[in-house]
Each structure stands twice: as C-alpha cells, then as structure tokens.
C-alpha cells in the first residue's frame, strides 16, 4: 500500500481534498486498514477526519447526537448514554474487542455499510439520522446506505455527525450469531425494539443483518402486527413472512440454507426473550 | 512526513513513510521488538501499545497517525521498573512460547491502571483482544490477579513510607 496522508483542520479542506483526489477518509482505521492491507481498496490519498477534532456527545429532545470520531469506548464510558440507549450499550459492548473500541467509530460502521454492521444495524432502529458536510444536509441513515459498502454521498460530502432517538418505554432484543463472541463479524443478526400494552403491539421495529446485500427492515410487516396479541404463534406467522422475503447468500460465513433457518428461530427465540421480560416485570 | 510523539516517555521526531503502520514502524524503525505481529488485522492483539493511556492494536493505526501522541510499548515499562506484571505471568507460568506475552502485559497494565481489583468477568472482559495459543487462559488470569495483588502490596509500602514520613 502507498499513499499520502493528509489530517486537514477544516470542513473545507477536508471536503476539497475528497472530492478532488481518489481519497479515503480515515477515522478509527479499524475497516480501513484491513482493506488497504487486502488491497481492495487503493486510495492516493488517505484523509485523518481527526484532525477536525472530537464534539461532545450531545442529547436534546430525547435524541443523543454523536460527533465524528466519537468512538465506541467513548460512548460506553458516558453516564447519560448509557442511561438512555441501553440496548446500544449491548450491542456495542460485543463489537471487536477493547483494543478495537478504544478506536472504532459508529460513524465509521456506517460508511463502511457492511450488511453486518452492528451500530449500522441499531441506527435502523433508532431513527437514525445523519448530518452532512459541507452540503448541511440531514438524511435518515437507511437512505444513505446503496447497498455492501456502498454509501450514497457527493465527492466533496462526508458525515459530519449522526443523530438516535431514545424509545422511552420500549423493551429491546438483539442477538448476533457468530463463531466467537466479541471478535469478528456475524453470521446473521436480528435486533428488535418493541413497545407494547398489556400484550398487545402497539409498535414494533425489526431489523436483520447479514442476511442481505443491506440492513433489512419491513415497515408493512411491522405495521401488520400492530394492535395484535404477541403470541408464539404471531411470531411464527411473522418468521414465516420473514424468510419467504429474505434470501441470504452462502458465503465463507455460512451457507445460505443455515442463515434462512436462523430467519425465523432467532426471531422465535425473540419472543421468548421478550415475553420473558414482560412475564417478569 | 516528520511526527514528532512520545515514545516511552522519550520524545521522538522521525521522518517516517505515510503508508507505514505503526507496528512497522515501532518495530524496523524504533526497534521495539516486543510488538509483534500475529494476524495483522485487528484479532490476535499481539501487536497491542498504549497509546495515550489506551490499549490499541498497533497494526490498525498508520504511523503517522501517532504525531502527537504518547506511546507505551513493554520496552517503557521496564526501563521504569514497572515489572509487577511481567513478573507475575512469569510466576504462574503464564508465558510458553511469549509472542503473545507482550500484548497481554499491555492490556493488562491498562485494565490495572483503571481498575487495580478486577474480578475474574472484568479480566476475561479486558483481556478479549489477546489470544494465546499455548497457555490456555487460566493462568494468564492467574497471572493478573496476582499482579493486581503485587500492585497493592507495592501502593500501600509506599502509603506507608508516606505515613512514616508524615509521623517523623
Ligand atoms: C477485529 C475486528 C473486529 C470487528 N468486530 C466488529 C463487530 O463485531 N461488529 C461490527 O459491526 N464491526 C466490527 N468490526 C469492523 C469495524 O471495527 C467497525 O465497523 C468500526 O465501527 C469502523 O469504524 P472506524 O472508525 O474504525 O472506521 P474506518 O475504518 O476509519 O472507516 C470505515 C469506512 O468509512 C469511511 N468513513 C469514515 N468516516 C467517514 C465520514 N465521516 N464520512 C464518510 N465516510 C467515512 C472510511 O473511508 C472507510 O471507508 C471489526 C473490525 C475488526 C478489525
Ligand atoms: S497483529 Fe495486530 S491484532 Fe494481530
Ligand atoms: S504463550 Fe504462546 S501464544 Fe501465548
């Protein structure tokens, strides 16, 4: 691998140095490097985003905003965050390592747009937003992702900061199923937050990873089961649904029979998880 | 590009390549030869540094991108006589053939620094980025605790030399 390097102090140096040479932008390194080491990808000129410094992380209106070169380790070490996005807390504690937390960003997992992001996949629960430079453009997360590794931004643009709304009162499921616990990407993901009254589904999201060339969400199958009972046999009827849609991939991973079973037994094992919750509290 | 850093508290300027990794760098160019490179892609921690008081894998980070910064590698530690936890993976044999040694001594060191009595669940936590393929990891636990508890000892000899101190 050779290349320049170049820590620009502005949005605007750093926006007219991407759109001008065939640039990488640099935060944690913790994607990059490995696909500069495999050479799959061949940059002329490698951008440090840390060179723009780090924002605090913020909350208002019951939304938390997160700063280029946030990293992981910085989010589990603050109180607020961790009070608030407790299901975050979990997934992100079972991202890489310590070593990689200290630091990998959750801006970086969403531009890389791998379909086994796990901070990608959150977003899609969270209403997650990002905010563009130098355009000052605020778009939904599961807009900008154009499929593996493909991130719909202008030369000159780049994420300046990304934004997740709490879900006051919602009960949350996330599992990853992967050859080692910590390391590593998945073989398949499912994350869930559900909000419910007495046993009925008032509002649901769900959303799988791995599974797809993307992150994959039904709005129409989550509003179908709106107002229903939550019953083993709604979530049968709804990983029927699931894998009749899905249609993963065989890859070095797992073979694509293996991850359409986990379809709809991870989401069964969802609702055991989830009633077990409710049976309790 | 010339950086200059903090290198085992040495400061450190160096024209050094923009496409170098750290690890390269710290190993051919610095000589800190105890980080080694296992996987080179982020799993084995074999490469591991402090860098800024954090563990980090060295060969995830460009060596450029340490302008600024403070490094640590085991060489550091023991020009400062700050061998508690070596001695102690020595001690319960928990090194065979030593490549990994030197990056579980520096998630070791950082783990201690923030929290000198970790329980077993905390040390499996902090130490999930180190793999080793020959000792198993039940000594190398054995090894932190014991280190843990050597740390004490060395706090409170000196609290109480303080004390003395304070008394005379
Ligand atoms: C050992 C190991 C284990 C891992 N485990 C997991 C895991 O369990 N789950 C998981 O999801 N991931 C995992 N990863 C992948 C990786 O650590 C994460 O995706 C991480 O969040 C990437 O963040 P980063 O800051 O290091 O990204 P970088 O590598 O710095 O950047 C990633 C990509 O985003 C682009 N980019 C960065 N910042 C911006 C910006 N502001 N605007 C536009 N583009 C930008 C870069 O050019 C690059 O293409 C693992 C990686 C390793 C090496
Ligand atoms: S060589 Fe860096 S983690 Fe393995
Ligand atoms: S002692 Fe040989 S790898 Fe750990």
């Known amino acids: ?281 | 590009m010339k950086i200059r850093f903090k290198l085992n508290n040495k400061d450190i300027e160096y024209d050094v390549e923009e496409y170098k990794r750290a690890l390269d760098f710290l190993r051919d160019d610095m000589r800190m030869t105890s980080v080694k490179e296992g996987c080179g892609e982020g799993e084995c921690g074999a490469c591991t540094i402090i860098l800024n008081g954090k563990n980090v894998n060295s060969c995830m980070i460009l060596a450029v991108e340490l302008d600024g910064q403070e490094v640590w590698t085991l060489e550091g530690l023991n020009e400062i006589g700050d061998t508690s936890i070596q001695e102690s993976y020595i001690e319960k044999g928990a090194i065979q053939c030593g490549f990994c040694t030197p990056g579980f001594i520096m998630s070791t060191k950082v783990l201690l620094d923030n929290n000198p009595d970790p329980d077993d669940n905390e040390i499996k936590e902090a130490l999930e980025g180190n793999l080793c393929r020959c000792t198993g990891y039940t000594k190398i636990i054995e090894a932190v605790k014991l280190a843990s508890t050597k740390l004490a000892e060395k706090n409170t000899t000196v609290a109480d030399k303080r004390g003395e101190k304070n008394a005379v």
């Open chain 1, 1 to 281: 691998m050779q290349f320049k390097y170049s820590k620009p102090k502005t949005i605007e140096e750093l926006s007219m140095l991407k759109s001008n040479y065939n640039a990488k932008l640099l935060a944690g390194g913790t994607d990059l490097m490995v696909k500069l080491r495999a050479k799959s990808c061949k940059p002329e000129i490698i951008i440090d985003t840390k060179g723009l410094g780090k924002n605090e992380i913020k909350f208002e209106n019951e939304k938390v905003i997160i700063p280029l070169n946030t990293t992981y380790s910085d989010l589990l070490k603050n109180k607020k965050f961790k009070e608030k996005f407790p299901m975050l807390v979990d997934i992100i504690k079972k991202i890489g390592s310590p070593q990689i937390r200290n630091r990998a960003t959750p801006i970086g997992n969403i531009c890389n747009a791998s379909p086994a992001g796990d901070f990608l996949l959150a977003t899609y629960l969270y209403h997650g937003y990002a905010y563009i430079k130098p355009t000052n453009k605020k778009i939904k997360i599961s807009q900008l992702i154009d499929g593996p590794g493909k991130i719909k931004l202008k030369p000159e643009e780049f994420i300046y900061s990304i934004e997740l709304k709490e879900r006051i009162g919602y009960e949350y499921y996330y599992e990853k199923v992967g050859k080692r616990n910590a390391m590593n990407i998945s073989i398949i993901s499912l994350g869930i937050v559900l909000k419910k009254k007495q046993n009925i589904i008032e509002e649901i999201k769900i959303a799988y990873g791995s599974v797809g060339p993307t992150i994959i969400r039904f709005e129409d199958l989550e509003k179908s089961v709106i107002g229903k009972e939550i019953t083993r046999d709604l979530f049968d009827w709804l990983g029927e649904q699931y894998t009749k849609r899905i249609n993963p991939i065989t890859d070095v991973r797992a073979t694509a029979e293996y991850r359409k079973k986990m379809v709809k037994n991870l989401l069964i094992k969802a609702f055991y998880n989830l009633n077990k919750t409710f049976q309790e509290g």
